[in-house]
Structure formats: C-alpha cells, structure tokens
C-alpha cells in the first residue's frame, strides 16, 4: 500500500483576522502536504473555520447581527487569505456545515454507547442580573493555577486548562457582577478515565514529539484530567441529539476538534475511498497536527482521549507540529499596541514565496521568533531575489543572448549530482519529520553552493574559449542544480518553483532528482524574483 499523510491544521476562530501567528503556526501543513504530494504519497489535508462558541455570540450581541453572519464573515476571508498564500487544502470547510454537525453528532452518539459520557446534575455558574446561565468565556476570575486574572476555560497567563468553577473571584463578564450558582443538568465526557492511557501515549511519542508538546502535555497531565462538560446552554452550536437537551449545544471544545475527523471523511468519500486507511496504522500511515502552542492540549490531551472513547483501534497523533509564539517587531502581539499584521495585508504588499519563505526559514519551531517587515524584505532580497534568482537569471540570459536560449551539450558534474541526491534523502527525512525549517536552511545552503560553484567555472570566460566543452560541462551542471531546486524548493517557494520549471519544460516537478535533455531550447525566462526596495532608517 502506498504511504499516506493525513494533515489537520488548526482551525482559527472566527473572530478576529488572520495574522502573522496563524501563518506560522500553520503554513507548515502546507509544507507537508506539498511534500507528500511531490513523493507521490495518498494525501489528505483539511482544515476549516471554527464557527461556534461564546465569543462569537457575545460579539453578535454587541453588533447587533446574527452569529452566523460572523461566522461566515470571517469563514470568507480566511479562505480568500489561505488562498492568497498558497495553501492548498483539500478540503477547507467550516464547522457551521450541515456535514460537519451530522458528523459530530454521529460520533457523540458513539462515544455515549461507548460508556464515556455521562448526564450529570451540579451548580453551575449563574447571573442574577442577565437572568442566564454563563458559559466559561462570560466569566472573569482568578486562574486556579497562576492566579492571575482571566477568563475560563484555559489562562491566558499560563495556559493552563482547567473548568471555570475551579476560578476564584469570579464575575459576569457581560454586566461585571458577581456570579452565583444554580442547578443545571449537562452530558459529561468522562476525560478522566483517559489519564493513564494519555501519559503512556505521551511518553511513547515523546521521542517524535515537537518538545513544547511534550512539556505542554506532562504540566496539563500532572493537574489531573477532570471530566469536562460536552453541552453547553447556548443557541448557536452543533445541537445536542438526546432528548432533554433540545436547548444546548456540543460544547466547542469537543466538536471543533473533531473538525479533523468530518473532513477528512468528507475528502474521502469525494475520492471513493475508505476514510479508515487514514485513521488505521499499518505503518505506512504518518499523520500531522499543525498547530500554535496554545493549541497543544486538545491536540494530544482532548483529541486522543476522543478518538480512544470512539475505538481504540484509531490511529492516534504521530507527529504534533507545534510552534512557539511570534513577537511582532520585538514586542508581544497585540491589538491594543497597534503592533499586528494581517495575512491579508502580507498578501496584498508582497510576493507569496517572499513571506511563505521568511516564515518558514524563521518558524518558532522551537522558541519564540520576532517578526518585522524589514526583516522579511531583507531576507527576499538576499536569499530568492539576490540568491536563486540571480542565479537563474545570469545563467539562462547569458544563453538566450548568446545562444538564442539553445542549451548546448554537455556532461553534469558527478560531484555536483552527488550532493543533490543526498539532498532529496537528507531534507526528505527532515520534511517528513516536520523539522521543516532546517530542510528550509538546507535551501540556503544550496543556493549558496549554486552560486559559489557558478562563481568558480567563470563561464563567461569559458563561452569565449574556441572549444565550448567547459562552457557547456558547467551549464549542464547550472541546468542541473536550477532543475532539482524547482523540486526540493516547491513545498516552501511554490511560484518560483513554477516558473522555473516551465522555462526548462519540466511537465511535472516530482521528489525525485531529474535530469534534462543534454541540449535543448530553453522556454521564455522570466524574472524570477524582483527586489523589494528595502525601508531607510
């Protein structure tokens, strides 16, 4: 059976626009996906718009509108933004689809046969003043880990997750009085009967593990996991199929993660396939969670003890791609501070393999990273513009003015095909396991021995000698290096990639090392990449 990647990338809310966060934190599904592909690999990629919940109620209230015309506000132009960098899910929905609520519920349907969820009758939070019941995100109070001020259900000081009857001081958030208690009934998800299994997994895959996950899982596992509630006393939602709670809703936290399983259901059966291939382990199955660090326990806390209450035969996370934060201009990310750029404004100024390259070449894989606009043009200009482009282009106008773009004749260096080939073994080994920005500094490295190895043959001076041998031995081997850089560069620098690739009349870029015709006629050669005129200070 051929190899399949299954690759889920984080859905982002609906309620504020895309920023440079988000696309660090999940262009590296892209990345995958692109890779996968390029191997021949069985891919399937999805993501979506996470449309439901408080907040997005609450800003309903205060405009005025309805929650799903937010939803879909923002649903639109996070497909537009994704779009605009390349992005090439094959699937990107949202939860508010017909599709994705008959699946949820179909799958809480099972987990409650399975014995994992429970009806339970406890005090709940309470606000005399708007007459309601107010879910964790209507609620302010004092983080029962940090103590710091927050708002439940996970601290935003020190992300912990915890339910919002464990805060102290608490208060409604719509009217700022203190909150009481009444009685409520709620479907429970029996969280806590997953605490062992979820500390063996963790330790099982701590090894391939991105090491923020693993340090994020072991602090949320050493609170305890507490049974969390799976409805919630709210309009807009996945409805509750059981009888007597015709007036909730499925609890956010539970349906939207399941965003992973619809969907890709939802791709396999558009393809006629068995969504199980990619769900069952037979050791050809690599699956994928691209997500921001604030994401880590539902990726392997929640979604794991989820798939384990379906069956246990579920293939559960092998590989969580987790980042770190990124800091705009060397200050924290805020809206307040004016300091956040949207994906929309990157798309709109600058080259999609400009920032997709910036990005991963500096991703918070492993540590915070600062973002800053002059950074970025920096980088394009010297790396794609001043690097592979300057490559390309004084190889291939040098021959279509002298040559009339007719390649001539002649022999690669075998050392040169050497270091390439290992190349696709050594950043295919990394790409596969999501170290993506060392296999993206590996495109550096090449560029710069591109250059250099063009700098050493002189062949502007070989092109004058009467015997064109040298001249055509280091154009073949030029010919050569800019062909295998259109494949191992087409996950991160798409566009150029394309270019590239038409102009040697490549039909189709592959993982593989490729080698050209001995002569031939080179297509129409493009600017490759056009400098961007750095800010002075």
């Not at 208690?181 to 090894?207: C, G, V, W, Y």
């Not at 001539?408 to 696709?424: F, R, S, T, W």
Request: charged share 25%.
């Amino acid at each position: 059976m051929n190899k399949r990647f299954f690759i889920g990338g984080a859905w982002p809310y609906a309620n504020n626009s895309l920023h440079v966060g988000h696309l660090a934190a999940l262009l590296p599904g892209d990345v995958l996906a692109r890779f996968g592909r390029l191997c021949g690999y069985d891919v399937i990629y999805v993501s979506g718009t996470d449309s439901h919940g408080t907040p997005i109620t609450e800003r309903a209230k205060r405009e005025k509108v309805t929650p799903a015309s937010i939803a879909e506000q923002y649903h639109a132009e996070f497909t537009r933004d994704f779009e605009a960098m390349g992005f090439t899910y094959d699937k990107y929905t949202a939860t508010f689809t017909d599709y994705h609520k008959a699946g949820v519920q179909d799958i809480l349907r099972k987990i409650q046969a399975n014995g994992y969820l429970y009806e339970t009758t406890e005090e709940q939070d309470y606000c005399e003043t708007c007459g309601k019941f107010v879910s964790d995100r209507e609620i302010e109070g004092n983080c029962p880990v940090c103590g710091k001020l927050t708002r439940g259900d996970q601290c935003e000081h020190c992300n912990a997750s915890f339910d919002s009857k464990m805060m102290t001081e608490k208060r409604c958030r719509t009217c700022g009085n203190a909150t009481t208690t009444r009685m409520n009934k709620h479907l429970m998800f029996a969280l806590s009967k997953f605490q062992k299994d979820i500390e063996e997994f963790t330790e099982k895959m701590a090894p391939h593990w991105r090491l923020n996950a693993v340090n994020e899982t072991k602090k949320y596992l050493q609170q305890g996991l507490p049974d969390r509630a799976a409805t919630r006393d709210l309009d807009w939602g996945v409805e509750v199929p059981v009888e007597g709670y015709e007036s909730k809703r499925i609890y956010v936290w539970f349906e939207a993660v399941l965003g992973y399983m619809t969907t890709g259901k939802w791709v396999a059966e558009q393809r006629g396939i068995d969504f199980n291939e990619y769900m069952t382990e037979d050791g050809n199955l690599n699956n994928y969670y691209i997500h921001g660090k604030d994401n880590i326990p539902f990726h392997t806390v929640i979604f794991p003890a989820l798939l384990m209450a379906m069956d246990r035969s579920l293939c559960l996370p092998t590989h969580i791609v987790s980042s770190e934060y990124v800091n705009m201009n060397d200050e924290k990310m805020s809206k307040s501070k004016g300091n956040l750029i949207s994906v929309h404004e990157l798309a709109e100024n600058y080259p999609m393999d400009a920032v997709r390259f910036y990005t991963m070449l500096y991703n918070p894989e492993r540590r915070d990273v600062n973002f800053s606009i002059p950074d970025l043009i920096s980088t394009y200009n010297k790396f794609l513009a001043g690097g592979l482009g300057n490559f390309v282009n004084r190889n291939l106008s040098f021959l279509k003015k002298k040559f009339g773009g007719v390649v001539p004749a002649g022999k690669v260096d075998p050392a040169v095909a050497a270091h390439v080939e290992g190349l696709y073994a050594s950043m295919g080994e990394k790409m596969e396991n999501g170290d993506l920005r060392s296999a993206t500094e590996d495109m550096v490295t090449l560029i710069q021995y591109a250059n250099k190895y063009y700098d050493d043959q002189k062949p502007w001076v070989q092109a004058k000698a009467e015997e064109l041998t040298d001249f055509g031995n280091t154009t073949a081997t030029c010919i050569y290096l800019m062909a295998n850089m259109a494949n191992l560069f087409a996950p991160v620098i798409p566009e150029g990639c394309e270019k590239l690739a038409k102009v040697l009349n490549i039909e189709q870029l592959s993982w593989n090392p490729v080698t050209l015709p001995e002569t031939f006629t080179l297509g129409e050669v493009p600017i490759l990449y056009t400098r961007i005129d750095e800010p002075k200070n």
